[in-house]
C-alpha cells in the first residue's frame, strides 16, 4: 500500500510489525526505498527484541548512522546503503527520532533522491516523432537494452490532471522557446499537488509514440520531477 505522498514524507521511514517476517524485511525495506526514494529502516518487532534491516540512497550513509545510534542497539553491521540492527523494542521510538534528526542534518533542504542513470538530455525541438523514429532502432528493448532515458530542463508544467481512478497523471509540458508537448506519468497519481507546486522543473522520461484523433505524436513518458536548479 502507498504510505502518503512521498513529498509529505520524513526524510528516513523507520517502520515495526509484529507480523513481518525478518526474513523478508530486507527485500521490503529496498523495495519501498525504490518507491519512495528515501531510506528505510523495517522491523521484525517481538515484545523485548526487534530485528531488522535498513536500506539507504545517495547522501545518507545508514551504517555510519547506525553508528551513531550504537547507544540504542544491541548489534548492527553492514556498508553505506544496507545494514542490518537489533535492538530493544522500547528504544525504536528514540532510534526514529535519533534517524530523523541525523536524515535531516544529511538533507538539508534537500528532498532525499535516487540516483537516475539517464542516457541523453534533449532541448524542447527534439521531442519529436524524428527522435522517436532514430531512438526506436536500438530496438529490441529489454534486459541489457534498455530503452533510452532522457532529460529535459527548464519546463512548466500546466493543466495537470489526474486520470479518473486518481493512479496517474497526465500534464502539458512548456518550454521556453514555446515548444509545447503532452505528459504521462503513469503511477504518479500522488505527486498531483508536488508538480502542481513545483513551477520551472526537469523532466526524466522516455518517448512514447501514441495516436490523438487520427494523428501520432510524441508524448513524454515521465519517470521523475525535480524542481530546476
Not at 530486507?26 to 518487532?45: E, I, M, N
Not at 529535459?152 to 509545447?180: E, P, Y
Not at 499537488?193 to 526524466?204: H, N, V, W
Amino acid at each position: 500500500q502507498h504510505l502518503r505522498v512521498r513529498s509529505t514524507l520524513p526524510p528516513v521511514l523507520v517502520l515495526a510489525d509484529e507480523a513481518w517476517h525478518v526474513g523478508l524485511v530486507g527485500l521490503a525495506a529496498s523495495k519501498l526505498v525504490s518507491r519512495y526514494a528515501r531510506p528505510v529502516v523495517l522491523l521484525s518487532q517481538s515484545e523485548d527484541v526487534s530485528r531488522g534491516s535498513a536500506r539507504s540512497v545517495d547522501g545518507f550513509d545508514i551504517s555510519a548512522a547506525l553508528e551513531r545510534c550504537r547507544d540504542l542497539l544491541l548489534d548492527h553491521g553492514g556498508h553505506s546503503a544496507a545494514a542490518g540492527l537489533t535492538l530493544p523494542t522500547e528504544r525504536i521510538a528514540e532510534l526514529e527520532a535519533r534517524l530523523l534528526q541525523l536524515a535531516s542534518e544529511a538533507f538539508g533542504d534537500r528532498e532525499p533522491a535516487l540516483p537516475l542513470d539517464l542516457d541523453l538530455e534533449l532541448h524542447p525541438f527534439q521531442i519529436s516523432l524524428d527522435t522517436w523514429e532514430v531512438l526506436s532502432r536500438l530496438e529490441p528493448f529489454g534486459h541489457g537494452n534498455p530503452v533510452p532515458r532522457c532529460l529535459l530542463r527548464n519546463v512548466s508544467a500546466v493543466d495537470v490532471w489526474r486520470t479518473q481512478d486518481g493512479r496517474h497523471l497526465r500534464f502539458t509540458v512548456v518550454a521556453g522557446d514555446g515548444t509545447i508537448r503532452q505528459a504521462v506519468w503513469f503511477e504518479g497519481g500522488e505527486e498531483y499537488e508536488r508538480l502542481r507546486r513545483m513551477g520551472r522543473i526537469d523532466i526524466a522520461f522516455t518517448l512514447r509514440r501514441s495516436s490523438w484523433n487520427g494523428q501520432d505524436r510524441v508524448e513524454l513518458d515521465v519517470i521523475d520531477v525535480r524542481p530546476t536548479q
